[in-house]
């Protein structure tokens, strides 16, 4: 068992709280980054996509797990960041500067449902931003103009000052760069006192306000940060797959992203990248087990939304803490082998709460 | 010197009225105590007075300042907290972090320097867990720094959002029954740190309280109310005296 004694704030702050930290994602993040060297091109794109996915992950990480807004319509933000970034670069708009300006834009949509969303909780909020997302769905069909309507569009390589990579090792540094910076900058929002305030509103409103938290500015400004994420990975994901028609960005993805937060573990950054992993795989199983299954039951078209709507009913009765939870309880016993308790984890009653004050 | 001051407040429910034009004054570096039956308003005030509710009449002035619509989130920044009766900590973080939102009002950063975590936001980190940690001596609570609230008990949640009241470092605290549910032994214990918090931090504490012992105690003036209306006001023992509180708690004869 590791017990850590303090001897300084700093090491209350530190991103890395010891060396074991240090170690393992040093570790991490040099095998990412020869990963190439390891595999063959289909599995860096398989690698590409998950992180693609894990990053659209961490921004409704921020809105739901971190904030506690449930929002059933993070596809949009995908769908917004997605389009913007292609019509961007189709007109000459240099790389970089699209992709951030496309997240941005992402983020303002975001404040458009934020200002009416800070009002609501729990269901209200979630039907609301469903139907937020149907309405950018029917935009993206309709505004032919810029989106290309049903036809769809095609999405020019990315170009890096003048340089048109084509490769997908390429394409994969840059959405590893992208997702090792969001991360960084994320992990540090939540160890400042913003990130403190997101949590407070999730657990208590009431008393967040009485702490002089403003409710309605901190809900507002999480859902911009959560857009903005959420709109530069659609951007990464555009060039992942080439050619945008509005069927890619509907409830289905919405509600993938969501099932991936809740599996891999709400309110930690784990749980984003666990769970992009999880449901990634989740995807290539079902689509290997199609070749097997019975064609009545194969061919269903409702077969992957309803098993991942199963999944999801799953995790929160059994293990609401996610997969992240499961592997935070395996090591404490591990660490505290023999001496491990089986109520270690489990939640003690929780005491009378002031909901009149709603 | 008066430093709260409520004038002529009522509150309706619909038909019910829960405060029925209750006046009264708090001075500064006072502890002024709350009683009543159940149901006779008292967290009522507590409430209007952190804007939860909105009166139908009167008005409430805090340094000689109308605060009777001030927003909730901006009372705290006038330098008024307060607990709760049921607990209202945050369940899923640690002690230590629920006494650092309790330091909300002291940061002054824009968010995306906090994203970049630069410098300054650094050192303020660093000086809001040396405030936190000063509170933590004061209430003993080292031994929990680390703890999640939903493993402790329930004597110890009481003490941390004492203690996070006290890190917002507020000259108004407002206390909802700090000692419910408290053994006889742990209620002397809060009667001391009001004592210590009036004396060696210098806030003035208005106390709602059932435990008379600890009213008597610490209180340099009590209010009893009954149905909404004020029925009595003066010292604890004035107050148990009084005919009006007495019917009240036991009926008239």
Known sequence: MRVIFKTSYLQDIRLAKHGGHVFWYTLLLVLALVAPLLVDTYWINEVSRFLIFALAGLGLMIVTGYTGQVSLGHAAFLAVGAYAHTYFISHEMPFVISLLLAAFISGCVGLVVAVPASRMTGLYLAIASLAFAIIIEDMTIHWESVTGGNRGMPVPPPSLFGYEIYSAVEFYYIVLASVFLSTILVLNLLRAPFGRAMLAIRDSEISASSLGISVARTKITAFFISACITGLAGGLMAHYVQYLSPEIFGILLSIQLLLMIVVGGLGTVHGAFFGAFLVGLLESLISISKDYLPGAIGNQPGLEPGLFGLILVLFIIFEPEGVYGRWLKLRNFFENFPFYRRNTFKRQKTYLRTDRLK | ?253
């Open chain 2, 1 to 253: 010197m008066t430093y709260l001051k409520v004038k002529n407040l009522s509150v309706n429910f619909g038909g019910l009225k829960a405060l029925d034009d209750v006046s009264f004054s708090v001075a500064k570096n006072e502890v002024f105590s709350i009683v009543g039956p159940n149901g006779a308003g008292k967290s009522t005030i507590f409430n209007v007075i952190s804007s939860f509710y909105k009166p139908s009449q009167g008005q409430i002035f805090f340094e000689a300042q109308d605060i009777t619509a001030t927003r909730p989130d901006e009372k705290a920044k006038l330098g008024i907290t307060r607990t709760f009766q049921n607990i209202e900590l945050f369940e899923h973080s640690s002690v230590l972090q629920n006494l650092l939102i309790g330091r909300t009002i002291h940061n002054r950063h824009p968010v995306y320097r906090q994203f970049v975590f630069d410098k300054t936001v650094r050192n303020s980190e660093i000086a809001h867990r040396e405030a936190a940690e000063k509170v933590i001596d004061f209430l003993e609570l080292a031994h929990y720094r680390d703890d999640l609230i939903a493993n402790l008990p329930y004597g110890v949640r009481k003490k941390v959002e004492l203690a996070r009241a006290l890190c917002a470092e507020p000259s108004l605290l407002l206390l909802d029954e700090p000692a419910s549910g408290l053994n006889p032994e742990e209620t002397e214990e809060v009667g001391h740190w009001i004592e210590d918090i009036r004396h060696d931090l210098g806030i003035t504490v208005v106390m709602i309280e059932h435990d008379m012992s600890l009213v008597t105690e610490v209180s340099d003036r009590v209010l009893a109310l009954s149905e909404g209306k004020v029925i009595a006001q003066g010292t604890a023992e004035e107050v148990q005296n009084n005919a009006d509180v007495v019917s009240a708690y036991l009926g008239s004869a």
